[in-house]
Protein backbone atom coordinates (compact mmCIF):
# COMPACT_ATOMS: atom_id res chain seq x y z
CA UNK A 1 0.00 0.00 0.00
CA UNK A 2 2.34 3.04 -1.10
CA UNK A 3 -0.61 5.41 -1.27
CA UNK A 4 -1.35 5.60 2.55
CA UNK A 5 -0.71 8.66 4.02
CA UNK A 6 -0.68 10.01 7.32
CA UNK A 7 -2.77 13.11 8.15
CA UNK A 8 -2.94 14.78 11.71
CA UNK A 9 -6.89 14.92 11.84
CA UNK A 10 -8.62 13.71 14.82
CA UNK A 11 -11.86 11.91 14.26
CA UNK A 12 -14.40 13.32 16.65
CA UNK A 13 -18.40 11.99 16.67
CA UNK A 14 -20.41 14.37 15.34
CA UNK A 15 -23.25 13.62 17.34
CA UNK A 16 -23.26 13.45 21.41
CA UNK A 17 -23.37 10.08 22.87
CA UNK A 18 -25.76 9.94 25.64
CA UNK A 19 -25.91 6.99 27.66
CA UNK A 20 -22.71 5.72 29.45
CA UNK A 21 -22.95 2.58 27.70
CA UNK A 22 -22.57 4.36 24.07
CA UNK A 23 -19.52 5.96 26.20
CA UNK A 24 -18.50 2.86 26.75
CA UNK A 25 -18.78 1.28 23.50
CA UNK A 26 -17.30 3.98 21.68
CA UNK A 27 -14.36 4.25 23.87
CA UNK A 28 -14.21 0.20 23.08
CA UNK A 29 -14.16 1.01 19.34
CA UNK A 30 -12.19 3.93 19.83
CA UNK A 31 -9.38 2.00 21.60
CA UNK A 32 -9.12 -0.49 18.71
CA UNK A 33 -9.47 2.34 16.00
CA UNK A 34 -5.67 3.95 15.40
CA UNK A 35 -4.43 6.46 17.64
CA UNK A 36 -3.07 9.68 17.06
CA UNK A 37 -3.37 10.63 13.16
CA UNK A 38 -6.15 8.45 11.34
CA UNK A 39 -4.96 6.56 8.29
CA UNK A 40 -6.58 7.63 5.32
CA UNK A 41 -6.88 5.80 1.92
CA UNK A 42 -6.82 6.55 -1.42
CA UNK A 43 -10.37 7.47 -2.08
CA UNK A 44 -10.72 9.50 1.59
CA UNK A 45 -12.02 6.92 3.43
CA UNK A 46 -10.43 6.20 7.05
CA UNK A 47 -9.58 3.03 8.30
CA UNK A 48 -11.65 3.66 11.26
CA UNK A 49 -15.01 4.45 9.34
CA UNK A 50 -14.49 1.42 7.18
CA UNK A 51 -13.87 -0.96 9.89
CA UNK A 52 -16.59 0.70 12.32
CA UNK A 53 -18.88 3.26 10.74
CA UNK A 54 -19.46 1.10 7.90
CA UNK A 55 -21.03 -1.92 9.43
CA UNK A 56 -23.76 -2.96 11.43
CA UNK A 57 -22.09 -1.26 14.48
CA UNK A 58 -23.24 2.25 14.65
CA UNK A 59 -26.77 0.90 14.61
CA UNK A 60 -26.37 -2.25 16.90
CA UNK A 61 -24.54 0.61 19.13
CA UNK A 62 -27.68 3.00 19.05
CA UNK A 63 -30.07 -0.59 19.92
CA UNK A 64 -28.12 -0.79 23.01
CA UNK A 65 -28.30 2.57 23.87
CA UNK A 66 -32.75 2.25 23.55
CA UNK A 67 -32.42 -1.18 25.09
CA UNK A 68 -30.67 0.49 28.16
CA UNK A 69 -33.01 3.54 28.65
CA UNK A 70 -36.09 1.24 28.39
CA UNK A 71 -34.82 -0.87 30.99
CA UNK A 72 -34.88 2.35 33.39
CA UNK A 73 -38.07 3.28 31.74
CA UNK A 74 -39.79 0.03 32.33
CA UNK A 75 -37.98 -0.08 36.26
CA UNK A 76 -39.77 3.17 36.31
CA UNK A 77 -43.35 2.08 35.43
CA UNK A 78 -42.82 -1.14 37.49
CA UNK A 79 -41.45 0.98 40.74
CA UNK A 80 -44.88 3.07 40.01
CA UNK A 81 -47.52 -0.05 39.92
CA UNK A 82 -48.65 1.50 42.72
CA UNK A 83 -48.42 5.33 42.19
CA UNK A 84 -52.29 6.91 41.74
CA UNK A 85 -52.39 8.66 38.81
CA UNK A 86 -49.21 7.81 37.20
CA UNK A 87 -48.85 7.58 33.37
CA UNK A 88 -46.41 4.62 32.14
CA UNK A 89 -43.87 6.01 29.84
CA UNK A 90 -42.03 4.21 26.95
CA UNK A 91 -39.06 4.64 24.96
CA UNK A 92 -40.33 4.88 21.26
CA UNK A 93 -36.85 3.82 18.92
CA UNK A 94 -36.82 1.06 16.60
CA UNK A 95 -39.41 2.55 13.51
CA UNK A 96 -37.09 5.47 13.39
CA UNK A 97 -33.65 3.53 13.32
CA UNK A 98 -35.83 1.33 10.64
CA UNK A 99 -36.67 4.45 8.55
CA UNK A 100 -33.12 5.44 9.00
CA UNK A 101 -31.86 1.89 7.59
CA UNK A 102 -34.24 1.91 4.86
CA UNK A 103 -32.07 2.01 1.56
CA UNK A 104 -34.68 2.65 -0.75
CA UNK A 105 -35.07 6.13 0.25
CA UNK A 106 -32.89 9.30 -0.80
CA UNK A 107 -30.49 10.61 0.98
CA UNK A 108 -27.66 13.14 0.87
CA UNK A 109 -24.33 13.47 1.78
CA UNK A 110 -23.16 16.12 3.41
CA UNK A 111 -19.52 17.16 2.52
CA UNK A 112 -19.52 20.33 4.63
CA UNK A 113 -20.64 21.88 7.84
CA UNK A 114 -22.36 24.24 6.37
CA UNK A 115 -24.67 21.54 4.31
CA UNK A 116 -28.04 20.25 5.98
CA UNK A 117 -28.61 16.90 6.24
CA UNK A 118 -31.53 15.81 3.74
CA UNK A 119 -33.96 12.51 3.39
CA UNK A 120 -33.27 10.33 5.56
CA UNK A 121 -31.06 10.78 8.72
CA UNK A 122 -28.19 8.80 9.46
CA UNK A 123 -28.31 6.00 11.85
CA UNK A 124 -25.83 7.97 14.04
CA UNK A 125 -28.55 10.97 14.53
CA UNK A 126 -31.35 8.67 15.38
CA UNK A 127 -32.33 8.66 19.03
CA UNK A 128 -34.31 6.41 21.58
CA UNK A 129 -36.94 8.50 22.82
CA UNK A 130 -39.22 8.96 25.83
CA UNK A 131 -42.69 9.19 25.21
CA UNK A 132 -45.81 9.30 27.22
CA UNK A 133 -48.39 7.03 24.70
CA UNK A 134 -52.35 8.60 25.42
CA UNK A 135 -53.43 5.75 26.77
CA UNK A 136 -57.28 6.02 29.50
CA UNK A 137 -57.58 2.52 30.49
CA UNK A 138 -57.20 1.71 33.86
CA UNK A 139 -55.99 -2.10 34.12
CA UNK A 140 -54.49 -2.04 37.81
CA UNK A 141 -57.37 0.50 39.01
CA UNK A 142 -55.39 2.95 40.14
CA UNK A 143 -53.05 4.21 36.83
CA UNK A 144 -52.38 2.73 33.53
CA UNK A 145 -49.41 0.30 34.64
CA UNK A 146 -50.35 -3.44 33.39
CA UNK A 147 -47.76 -5.05 35.53
CA UNK A 148 -47.65 -8.39 32.94
CA UNK A 149 -47.10 -6.12 30.32
CA UNK A 150 -44.11 -4.29 32.15
CA UNK A 151 -42.53 -7.63 32.81
CA UNK A 152 -43.06 -9.29 29.55
CA UNK A 153 -41.33 -6.25 28.28
CA UNK A 154 -38.39 -6.35 30.87
CA UNK A 155 -37.68 -10.07 29.28
CA UNK A 156 -38.09 -8.97 25.63
CA UNK A 157 -35.73 -5.79 26.64
CA UNK A 158 -33.13 -8.33 27.88
CA UNK A 159 -33.02 -10.60 25.27
CA UNK A 160 -32.76 -7.76 22.84
CA UNK A 161 -29.87 -6.58 24.70
CA UNK A 162 -28.19 -9.73 25.03
CA UNK A 163 -28.49 -10.31 21.26
CA UNK A 164 -27.08 -6.93 20.79
CA UNK A 165 -23.69 -7.42 23.22
CA UNK A 166 -23.68 -10.86 21.72
CA UNK A 167 -23.54 -9.68 18.00
CA UNK A 168 -21.10 -6.65 18.99
CA UNK A 169 -18.99 -8.95 21.02
CA UNK A 170 -18.74 -11.33 17.77
CA UNK A 171 -17.86 -8.33 15.29
CA UNK A 172 -14.92 -7.25 17.49
CA UNK A 173 -13.62 -10.94 18.01
CA UNK A 174 -13.69 -10.89 14.00
CA UNK A 175 -12.20 -7.72 13.47
CA UNK A 176 -9.64 -8.69 16.24
CA UNK A 177 -9.28 -12.14 14.19
CA UNK A 178 -8.50 -10.95 11.11
CA UNK A 179 -5.76 -7.88 12.46
CA UNK A 180 -3.94 -10.80 14.25
CA UNK A 181 -4.18 -12.62 10.67
CA UNK A 182 -5.30 -16.20 12.63
CA UNK A 183 -8.82 -18.23 12.09
CA UNK A 184 -11.69 -17.44 14.44
CA UNK A 185 -11.83 -20.51 16.66
CA UNK A 186 -14.86 -22.73 15.63
CA UNK A 187 -16.53 -22.67 18.92
CA UNK A 188 -17.27 -18.64 20.28
CA UNK B 1 -30.70 11.57 42.67
CA UNK B 2 -29.06 11.83 39.23
CA UNK B 3 -31.46 11.28 36.64
CA UNK B 4 -28.13 9.86 34.45
CA UNK B 5 -25.47 7.52 35.21
CA UNK B 6 -25.01 3.73 34.84
CA UNK B 7 -26.19 2.70 37.71
CA UNK B 8 -29.55 5.31 37.78
CA UNK B 9 -31.89 2.10 36.68
CA UNK B 10 -31.05 0.36 39.95
CA UNK B 11 -31.88 3.49 41.78
CA UNK B 12 -35.18 3.27 40.52
CA UNK B 13 -36.24 -0.23 41.16
CA UNK B 14 -34.66 0.50 44.25
CA UNK B 15 -36.78 3.11 45.45
CA UNK B 16 -39.55 1.14 44.06
CA UNK B 17 -38.84 -1.84 46.35
CA UNK B 18 -37.96 0.73 49.33
CA UNK B 19 -41.39 2.42 48.90
CA UNK B 20 -43.39 -1.16 49.20
CA UNK B 21 -40.82 -2.13 52.18
CA UNK B 22 -42.12 1.01 53.55
CA UNK B 23 -45.73 0.22 53.15
CA UNK B 24 -45.31 -3.32 54.26
CA UNK B 25 -44.09 -1.65 57.59
CA UNK B 26 -47.23 -0.04 57.62
CA UNK B 27 -48.98 -3.20 57.06
CA UNK B 28 -47.34 -4.91 59.77
CA UNK B 29 -48.29 -1.93 61.59
CA UNK B 30 -52.05 -2.41 61.36
CA UNK B 31 -51.74 -6.40 61.80
CA UNK B 32 -49.91 -5.61 64.95
CA UNK B 33 -52.30 -3.03 66.58
CA UNK B 34 -55.34 -5.10 65.53
CA UNK B 35 -57.00 -4.42 68.57
CA UNK B 36 -54.72 -1.54 70.42
CA UNK B 37 -57.64 0.43 72.07
CA UNK B 38 -54.45 2.85 73.81
CA UNK B 39 -52.51 5.30 71.82
CA UNK B 40 -50.54 8.35 72.57
CA UNK B 41 -52.63 10.37 70.75
CA UNK B 42 -55.50 9.00 72.98
CA UNK B 43 -58.22 6.62 71.39
CA UNK B 44 -57.73 3.74 69.81
CA UNK B 45 -55.52 3.02 67.12
CA UNK B 46 -56.18 4.51 63.69
CA UNK B 47 -55.00 2.24 60.59
CA UNK B 48 -51.46 3.47 58.64
CA UNK B 49 -51.58 3.48 55.09
CA UNK B 50 -49.32 4.70 52.49
CA UNK B 51 -49.69 7.24 49.65
CA UNK B 52 -46.77 6.52 46.57
CA UNK B 53 -46.08 9.80 44.58
CA UNK B 54 -44.07 9.74 41.26
CA UNK B 55 -40.60 11.15 41.57
CA UNK B 56 -40.80 14.58 39.67
CA UNK B 57 -39.47 14.24 35.90
CA UNK B 58 -36.68 15.66 35.10
CA UNK B 59 -37.42 18.01 32.01
CA UNK B 60 -33.63 18.88 30.90
CA UNK B 61 -34.91 22.45 29.13
CA UNK B 62 -30.97 23.00 27.89
CA UNK B 63 -31.51 20.43 25.44
CA UNK B 64 -34.61 20.82 24.39
CA UNK B 65 -34.48 24.43 23.78
CA UNK B 66 -31.31 23.24 21.69
CA UNK B 67 -32.35 23.78 17.77
CA UNK B 68 -30.17 24.82 15.56
CA UNK B 69 -29.46 24.72 12.30
CA UNK B 70 -32.22 25.16 9.21
CA UNK B 71 -35.49 23.02 9.00
CA UNK B 72 -37.20 22.70 5.66
CA UNK B 73 -41.56 22.51 5.64
CA UNK B 74 -42.94 20.00 3.36
CA UNK B 75 -45.54 21.40 1.86
CA UNK B 76 -46.19 18.47 -0.93
CA UNK B 77 -45.31 14.74 -0.42
CA UNK B 78 -42.92 14.42 -3.14
CA UNK B 79 -40.33 16.89 -1.06
CA UNK B 80 -37.79 15.81 0.67
CA UNK B 81 -37.33 16.10 4.79
CA UNK B 82 -34.97 18.34 5.57
CA UNK B 83 -34.56 17.30 9.73
CA UNK B 84 -32.96 19.91 12.04
CA UNK B 85 -30.02 19.35 14.21
CA UNK B 86 -31.47 16.51 16.18
CA UNK B 87 -30.89 16.84 19.84
CA UNK B 88 -30.52 14.20 22.47
CA UNK B 89 -34.31 13.79 23.00
CA UNK B 90 -33.82 10.96 24.89
CA UNK B 91 -33.14 13.26 27.47
CA UNK B 92 -36.06 15.13 27.82
CA UNK B 93 -37.73 13.35 30.24
CA UNK B 94 -37.37 10.81 32.46
CA UNK B 95 -39.25 9.21 35.69
CA UNK B 96 -37.54 9.26 38.65
CA UNK B 97 -39.29 6.29 40.30
CA UNK B 98 -41.50 6.17 43.61
CA UNK B 99 -41.04 7.97 46.90
CA UNK B 100 -43.63 7.73 49.72
CA UNK B 101 -44.99 11.36 50.36
CA UNK B 102 -46.72 10.49 53.08
CA UNK B 103 -47.90 8.07 55.65
CA UNK B 104 -52.03 8.89 56.42
CA UNK B 105 -54.08 7.98 59.40
CA UNK B 106 -57.12 6.17 57.87
CA UNK B 107 -60.06 8.51 59.24
CA UNK B 108 -62.70 6.12 59.01
CA UNK B 109 -64.50 5.87 62.23
CA UNK B 110 -63.40 3.41 64.80
CA UNK B 111 -65.36 -0.34 65.44
CA UNK B 112 -67.15 -0.29 68.13
CA UNK B 113 -67.97 -3.47 70.11
CA UNK B 114 -70.13 -4.37 72.95
CA UNK B 115 -67.65 -5.60 75.46
CA UNK B 116 -68.42 -3.80 78.96
CA UNK B 117 -65.58 -5.90 80.70
CA UNK B 118 -63.18 -4.18 78.90
CA UNK B 119 -61.20 -1.94 80.71
CA UNK B 120 -61.89 0.94 77.91
CA UNK B 121 -65.60 0.20 77.53
CA UNK B 122 -67.70 3.59 77.99
CA UNK B 123 -70.75 3.62 80.02
CA UNK B 124 -72.93 2.09 77.41
CA UNK B 125 -70.44 -0.72 77.44
CA UNK B 126 -68.60 -0.24 73.72
CA UNK B 127 -65.37 -0.69 73.20
CA UNK B 128 -63.90 1.19 70.59
CA UNK B 129 -61.67 -1.02 68.56
CA UNK B 130 -59.27 -0.08 65.60
CA UNK B 131 -60.85 0.33 62.47
CA UNK B 132 -58.65 -2.22 60.66
CA UNK B 133 -59.40 -4.87 58.57
CA UNK B 134 -57.48 -7.70 58.50
CA UNK B 135 -58.47 -9.31 55.75
CA UNK B 136 -57.95 -5.97 53.59
CA UNK B 137 -53.96 -5.94 55.23
CA UNK B 138 -53.56 -9.63 54.41
CA UNK B 139 -54.70 -8.53 50.72
CA UNK B 140 -52.49 -5.71 50.88
CA UNK B 141 -49.40 -7.46 52.10
CA UNK B 142 -49.78 -10.10 49.15
CA UNK B 143 -49.79 -6.87 46.61
CA UNK B 144 -46.87 -4.97 48.41
CA UNK B 145 -45.05 -8.15 48.37
CA UNK B 146 -45.92 -9.04 44.50
CA UNK B 147 -45.26 -5.21 43.76
CA UNK B 148 -41.68 -5.41 45.64
CA UNK B 149 -40.80 -8.73 43.81
CA UNK B 150 -41.37 -7.28 40.32
CA UNK B 151 -38.95 -4.34 41.19
CA UNK B 152 -36.33 -7.08 42.93
CA UNK B 153 -36.96 -8.31 38.95
CA UNK B 154 -36.37 -5.36 37.30
CA UNK B 155 -33.40 -4.68 39.50
CA UNK B 156 -31.88 -8.05 38.14
CA UNK B 157 -32.84 -7.52 34.72
CA UNK B 158 -30.97 -3.96 34.61
CA UNK B 159 -28.06 -5.55 36.81
CA UNK B 160 -27.59 -8.37 33.85
CA UNK B 161 -27.44 -5.99 30.99
CA UNK B 162 -25.09 -4.18 32.47
CA UNK B 163 -22.79 -7.46 33.66
CA UNK B 164 -23.31 -8.39 30.13
CA UNK B 165 -21.91 -5.22 28.71
CA UNK B 166 -18.83 -5.49 30.74
CA UNK B 167 -18.18 -8.51 28.73
CA UNK B 168 -18.19 -6.52 25.97
Known sequence: MTNLRWIGCAREDSHGLGTPIASLIDRLSRSKRMRGPSTVMEGGVMLGELLFQRTALPAVKK???????????????????????????????EEELREALDRTKLKGTTTDAGHMPIGRKDTGRVNPSVERPVDQTLPSGVNNVDIDTEMAKLAENQILFNYGIRFARGAYRKLNAAIQARSLPLQQ | MPVNGIFSGLRISASGMRAQRIRQNAISSNLANVETTRTAEGGPYRREYVVFTAESEDKDTRLVNKR?????MQTTERHLPIPPDNFPRDERFFGRGVRVAEIRKDTRPPKMVHDPSHPD??????????NINPVQEMTDMIAATRAYEANVTAFNATKGMLMQALQL
Request: charged share 20%.
Open chain 2, 121 to 130: ADQDGYVALP
Open chain 1, 63 to 93: SLDAAMLRSRVIGNNIANVNTPGYHRLEVSF
Open chain 2, 68 to 72: EGLRG
